[in-house]
């Protein structure tokens, strides 16, 4: 049994980790959620490891809370933790992190994530990691095979961020800030198979942080095409436009749809509405200083159902992103039959498909480009329907959860067959009785 390893169609049972999985805005938490659903339609059995803000799962996947220190909660980001709450020797490495300057959640969780399974080895196939990549990952790896998915290289994230940056102080602090990178770059080189979402984040983990080509595989992300689709009973809203801000981070481009707004505002009656929650900051600040208070609606803590009822009611869904390593939002809005602005950031092209026909496509970080863009889509009712429509049919065509869960599971065949984790397999005793 040992050098044949597993039946090939044999139900799977998995830990899947992810240290943040919040719930309705940001991929970790999307992905977690629909992905670890569909993989229970398959067949397989799923246990997530979560650390705050926790997932909304679907009730057929068990969830096991790993609480971290929650410095960097929604409502108090950067929190200072009193001494009695420092409990376990992971706290500890959390706090000492924090201090020094540096995000301490992947290294953090990643330690609390192996003290939970390397006991319970017998008890799962095979781990799956959402972009944690921290050391503690390499220990589960040596004692239950792992895979890992990385959405795309936070190498990005960290050279914007310093280039805005205007001190060099500043630059400092973002630097110490993303320094877990460098971990992130040694844990995936030594993982034996990482799942990537598209060809162009393959291609910048490779050039960034020196993941060997052969050890990664692409997996496009999905969508739910029964829950995304167009609702044609509800009336768009003239000049309505909807974005999604799962932070404000300079990755996301937001700063550029205000300024495009606030142009587009000088000749027409435009309003937005923005998925996530205002928070203080640069973009908030600029939303002040451009006088758009007014015109913005902030929205967050909504179901998947009001969400696709908002992309009913706007004209235009925009993405204004610098970087994106795939982009839930855009295939979310092209799903429900909502025409797309999107920038050509990062993978966002490969993902829109092409200017005119599928999306209205313009230069990342220009609000000059993404005013026209929006402009050429308010203009024209024709152009609109004619995108919609080509944009949910360019993802019915190439992204579904299921479809996703069936390549994932490809590469979780593919790892549990190489020959040193067929000997982990037969160690925890997961092959007995399983012929």
């Known amino acids: 049994m040992s050098s044949a390893g597993l039946p090939p169609d044999a139900p799977l049972t998995l830990a899947y980790l992810t240290y943040r999985g919040k719930p309705h805005v940001g991929g970790q938490g999307v992905y977690t959620r629909h992905l670890t659903k569909a993989l229970v339609d398959l067949g397989h059995t799923v246990e997530v490891l979560g650390g705050q803000p926790y997932p909304v799962l679907d009730e057929r996947v068990a969830m096991t809370e790993l609480p971290s220190l929650d410095t960097f909660n929604e409502y108090f980001p950067g929190r200072l933790p009193g001494f009695w709450e420092l409990k376990t020797r992971e706290d500890l490495l959390e706090i000492g992190q924090f201090l020094t300057g540096t995000f301490p959640e992947p290294l953090a969780f990643s330690a609390r994530a192996a003290r939970n399974l390397v006991p319970r080895s017998r008890q799962f196939d095979l781990v799956h990691d959402n972009q944690c990549l921290g050391y503690g990952i390499r220990k589960i790896n040596e004692n239950i095979p792992t895979i890992v998915t990385l959405h795309h290289p936070i190498t990005r994230d960290r050279e914007l961020e310093i280039n805005q940056a205007k001190t060099r102080l ?5 630097g110490r800030w993303y320094s877990f990178v460098k971990m992130q770059g040694r844990v995936a080189s030594s993982m034996p198979r990482i799942v990537v979402v598209s060809q162009n984040s393959i291609d910048d983990i490779h050039n960034d942080m020196g993941v060997a080509y052969d050890r990664m595989r692409l997996v496009p992300v999905g969508v739910d095409p029964d829950l995304f689709r167009p609702l044609p009973d509800v009336a768009r809203t003239p000049g309505r436009l909807i974005t999604t801000a799962s932070a404000d981070v300079a990755i996301k481009g937001l700063p550029f749809l205000l300024e495009a707004m606030a142009k587009l505002r000088t000749e027409r009656d435009v309003t937005l509405t923005i998925i996530g929650k205002p928070r203080p900051g640069n973009s908030m600040d600029l939303i002040d200083s451009l006088g758009l208070a ?3 609606d902030f929205v967050s803590g909504v179901s998947d159902e009001r969400i696709v009822e908002l992309y009913a009611e706007s004209e235009l869904a925009v993405v204004p ?10 295939i979310e809005a092209m799903c429900s039959g909502t025409p797309l602005v999107a920038t050509d950031g990062g993978a966002l092209p490969e993902v829109t498909g092409a200017d005119g026909d599928t999306v209205l496509q313009c230069a990342a970080g220009d609000a000059d480009a993404l005013a026209v863009a929006i402009g050429r889509g308010l203009d024209n009712a024709e152009l609109r329907a004619r995108i919609g429509a080509a944009g949910r049919a360019r993802v ?16 979780y065949r593919e790892v549990l067959a190489m020959p040193e984790n067929v000997a982990k397999l037969e160690r925890n005793g997961r092959l007995a009785g399983r012929s």
């Open 170 to 174: 500043k630059r400092f602090s973002v």
């Open 294 to 296: 007014a015109h913005i």
């Open 396 to 411: 019915i065509d190439r992204w579904t959860w299921r479809r996703c869960a069936e390549l994932t599971v490809d590469q």
């Open 321 to 330: 992103s610098l970087y994106e390593g795939f982009s839930l939002p855009a």
